[in-house]
């Protein structure tokens, strides 16, 4: 494997080492690199046909990070996972997904050879779709409303106040839209929170409806708990290089909205009207 190029990403110095001198004995020119910021570096400015990378590292970040931005760099290298713990022979679907191999350490050199050459044989499976958090969201907005219902209906509380399906989910569309634009345009979590129109007339009907503050609080959380679902049934085709970072934002959005819907719950406005122009 003489022009087969290989990054390896490993934090432990001696297993980089020994492995990087293991490999370039066996023919392959090989690039190491020791924690996934330095990883990345490499990834956007050099072209692979090999990523092998330790699954467990410390600090930002872990080896489906670096797995994710091969596939955007280079959709036809080959990727493999090492990891210290056996139990990832089991490894889940979505993993899979992302990543050819899963192989666990410690490992024979020469079957880990083996193993890199037969992938590389076999080629890089199909390229896979993969989308943003946003994306998903918008996709399976009404999804994420019948799953919120669905946990709604099983609160006695809630349900206590008689409302159509309507009156319960109006507010919903425009909250998820808000939403898909907070990730979109990557407002920095904890910042200035974006106002939100929906979230101040939910607030303001809710109080007209005879929610009690408690009830406000149970339908927002319901509402991430529904969101992390339609997330969690698409984890086939979720980008893991922000997932974590897009998941936090999804709660300080939600969090925001709930601020602004129960600070209209709890102010005092003549009309509707007036409660829209301030916002």
Same mark, same amino acid.
């Given at each position: 494997?003489?022009?087969?190029?290989?990054?390896?990403?490993?934090?432990?110095?001696?297993?980089?080492?020994?492995?990087?001198?293991?490999?370039?004995?066996?023919?392959?020119?090989?690039?190491?690199?020791?924690?996934?910021?330095?990883?990345?570096?490499?990834?956007?400015?050099?072209?692979?046909?090999?990523?092998?990378?330790?699954?467990?590292?410390?600090?930002?970040?872990?080896?489906?990070?670096?797995?994710?931005?091969?596939?955007?760099?280079?959709?036809?290298?080959?990727?493999?996972?090492?990891?210290?713990?056996?139990?990832?022979?089991?490894?889940?679907?979505?993993?899979?997904?992302?990543?050819?191999?899963?192989?666990?350490? #410690?490992?024979? =050199?020469?079957?880990? &050879? +083996?193993? !890199?050459? @037969? %992938?590389?044989?076999?080629?890089?499976? #199909?390229?896979? =779709?993969?989308?943003? &958090? +946003?994306? !998903?969201? @918008? %996709?399976?907005?009404?999804?994420?409303?019948?799953?919120?219902?669905?946990?709604?209906?099983?609160?006695?509380?809630?349900?206590?106040?008689?409302?159509?399906?309507?009156?319960?989910?109006?507010?919903?569309?425009?909250?998820?839209?808000?939403?898909?634009?907070?990730?979109?345009?990557?407002?920095?979590?904890?910042?200035?929170?974006?106002?939100?129109?929906?979230?101040?007339?939910?607030?303001?009907?809710?109080?007209?409806?005879?929610?009690?503050?408690?009830?406000?609080?149970?339908?927002?959380?319901?509402?991430?708990?529904?969101?992390?679902?339609?997330?969690?049934?698409?984890?086939?085709?979720?980008?893991?290089?922000?997932?974590?970072?897009?998941?936090?934002?999804?709660?300080?959005?939600?969090?925001?909205?709930?601020?602004?819907?129960?600070?209209?719950?709890?102010?005092?406005?003549?009309?509707?009207?007036?409660?829209?122009?301030?916002?």
């Amino acid at each position: 494997m003489p022009n087969t190029r290989m990054l390896l990403v490993d934090d432990d110095e001696a297993i980089r080492s020994t492995l990087s001198n293991l490999l370039r004995q066996q023919g392959f020119h090989v690039t190491a690199a020791s924690n996934v910021p330095e990883a990345l570096k490499l990834i956007s400015s050099n072209a692979y046909d090999v990523l092998l990378s330790d699954l467990h590292m410390p600090g930002a970040g872990d080896g489906l990070t670096v797995v994710s931005a091969m596939r955007h760099a280079n959709p036809n290298a080959v990727t493999m996972l090492l990891s210290a713990f056996p139990e990832m022979h089991a490894a889940s679907h979505a993993i899979l997904l992302q990543t050819d191999q899963i192989l666990v350490k #410690p490992m024979d =050199t020469m079957a880990l &050879v +083996a193993a !890199i050459k @037969e %992938r590389l044989t076999t080629g890089a499976p #199909p390229a896979r =779709t993969v989308e943003t &958090v +946003a994306d !998903i969201l @918008e %996709r399976t907005v009404e999804t994420t409303i019948a799953t919120w219902y669905g946990h709604i209906q099983r609160d006695s509380k809630v349900m206590s106040v008689p409302l159509s399906y309507e009156q319960r989910t109006d507010y919903l569309h425009q909250a998820l839209g808000d939403l898909g634009k907070r990730l979109r345009w990557s407002i920095p979590i904890g910042g200035k929170e974006m106002p939100s129109k929906a979230a101040a007339e939910h607030g303001f009907n809710r109080r007209r409806h005879g929610y009690s503050a408690a009830m406000i609080v149970e339908e927002s959380r319901m509402l991430q708990v529904s969101i992390f679902n339609s997330l969690q049934q698409n984890l086939a085709t979720i980008d893991f290089s922000v997932l974590l970072t897009e998941v936090m934002t999804i709660a300080d959005e939600i969090d925001s909205q709930l601020s602004q819907a129960m600070t209209s719950y709890a102010a005092e406005f003549p009309a509707r009207g007036c409660l829209i122009e301030r916002m």
